[in-house]
């Protein structure tokens, strides 16, 4: 930016000229990041400059550049650009030794500096999976190990089951500059885990591209587990059957063994083995028995049973489905008669009959038992009553009554029986 002056006065155009040197003769910097063998540019600006050099320097304090001109005999620092405002100087390959402070100085009075700092991250190598067994024994313990050296900053490790993602212990150790990582999977065994990969990623940031993996597939060897397949559910007299005795295990048991009640096939002719298959080609009722399936490998043996029950074939025939050549028209009066006393046949029956009739019938019933228990307690109530106030009771008229002529010598002489009756008490000791 060129200066501002003014034409007012000598002394009045010198300030403003010295104001605006002033304030733009400072270098501009900015901090750079790099990837461990690429390279850096360093830029050094200056908005206002009046024929003052730039200079580049490292930071153990070694010039560089001093304008265009190269100071340090190093083949991988090379000139960009040098103007009176800019100094752009490019460093290849850059290796961790180069991070640092470096410093663009403008020479004037007083030297005028700014400080730029190149930050070298460091490339995680390519993983390594360890501890692996191969091939792996059902029910053993593993623990997987990934290593990856040579990150800055320390770099992330993860781990995968086939696509699934699974958590793992984290070990972060610095050697130097750089950071050496580990990461720890346990695993307990199982017939499943065979054939399944198990992939270590490193995620950093220097790693813009892909990240780094390595992938292992666990091989696991386990006893075989058996299992017998039929073709028929009800096998009958004369059809054909076919079993398969399905085996898994690894290393794969092959050949299987079959036997019949314990001991070898009876009829070769008509039991034939084919691989796993044990096949009938026409059952009859000396096949009853049970049929065993053995399969073995080095870690054991494995075995399942089908107990076989041949049916006599059906002696009824199956109804024709062949319509007569005449066919006979129907009896309207043996049709009625059949609605009538057979529901079922016009499917005019209401479906919830049975189930109205039901709740009928418990409603009456319900009824019925409560007026029965009601009786029985009046009939209780009753003859308690009347078996407390069972006898005869006379009145004081009716008592001398016999022998009165009239109704006031009734009373009297019931009085007089009163007080007769009274003296005639005895006392008992």
């Known amino acids: 930016m060129p200066p501002v002056c003014s034409t007012l006065g000598p002394n009045l155009f010198s300030c403003l000229c010295l104001a605006a040197g002033i304030s733009g003769q400072y270098p501009l910097v900015t901090n750079v990041t790099v990837t461990e063998g690429a390279t850096a540019n360093l830029t050094c600006r200056v908005e206002y400059n009046d024929n003052t050099s730039l200079q580049w320097s490292n930071p153990a304090q070694q010039t560089l550049f001093f304008g265009d001109k190269k100071a340090l005999r190093d083949n991988r620092i090379e000139l960009v650009r040098a103007s009176w405002s800019e100094l752009t100087i490019s460093i290849s390959d850059v290796s961790l030794s180069d991070e640092g402070m470096y410093t663009c100085s403008l020479f004037t009075m007083p030297v005028r500096t700014a400080k730029a700092y190149l930050t070298v991250l460091g490339v995680p190598e390519k993983p390594e999976i360890d501890?692996?067994?191969?091939?792996?024994?059902?029910?053993?313990?593993?623990?997987?190990?990934?290593?990856?050296?040579?990150?800055?900053?320390?770099?992330?490790?993860?781990?995968?089951?086939?696509?699934?993602?699974?958590?793992g212990a984290k070990e972060v150790n610095a050697s130097g500059k750089t950071f050496t990582v580990r990461s720890s999977l346990q695993l307990h065994v199982g017939r499943n885990d065979d054939g399944v990969a198990y992939t270590c990623r490193v995620d950093h940031v220097a790693l813009t591209q892909a990240p780094q993996q390595a992938t292992e597939v666990l091989e696991v060897h386990y006893a075989p587990q058996v299992e017998i397949i039929h073709s028929r559910a009800v096998p009958q007299e004369g059809q054909y059957l076919k079993l398969e005795c399905v085996s898994k295990g690894n290393p794969s048991p092959d050949p299987v063994m079959w036997t019949k009640d314990g001991g070898e096939l009876p009829d070769l002719d008509r039991m034939i083995v084919e691989g796993r298959e044990l096949t009938f080609t026409s059952l009859n009722k000396t096949d009853n028995g049970t049929y065993r399936c053995e399969a073995t490998n080095h870690l054991g043996t494995s075995s399942a049973e089908y107990v076989l029950y041949v049916y006599d074939v059906p002696t009824t025939p199956p109804p024709s489905t062949t319509p007569p050549l005449?066919?006979?028209?129907?009896?309207?009066?043996?049709?009625?008669?059949?609605?009538?006393?057979?529901?079922?046949?016009?499917?005019?029956?209401?479906?919830?009959?049975?189930?109205?009739?039901?709740?009928?019938?418990?409603?009456?019933?319900?009824v019925v038992a409560v007026v029965v228990f009601v009786t029985l307690c009046l009939i209780i109530v009753l003859g308690r009553y009347l078996a407390r106030h069972k006898g005869t009771y006379l009145t004081n008229e009716a008592k001398g009554a016999d022998d009165a002529p009239d109704a006031d010598t009734a009373i009297i002489n019931a009085e007089g029986n009163h007080a007769h009756a009274e003296e005639k008490k005895e006392y008992f000791i």
């Open 131 to 167: 501890g692996l067994t191969k091939p792996a024994i059902e029910g053993d313990h593993i623990t997987l190990t990934c290593i990856t050296q040579g990150s800055k900053p320390a770099a992330d490790l993860r781990w995968f089951r086939n696509e699934k993602e699974v958590k």
């Open 326 to 366: 005449h066919p006979i028209p129907p009896d309207s009066t043996a049709l009625l008669g059949t609605h009538a006393s057979d529901p079922t046949v016009t499917g005019n029956r209401d479906p919830n009959a049975v189930g109205q009739h039901g709740t009928d019938h418990a409603l009456i019933g319900g």
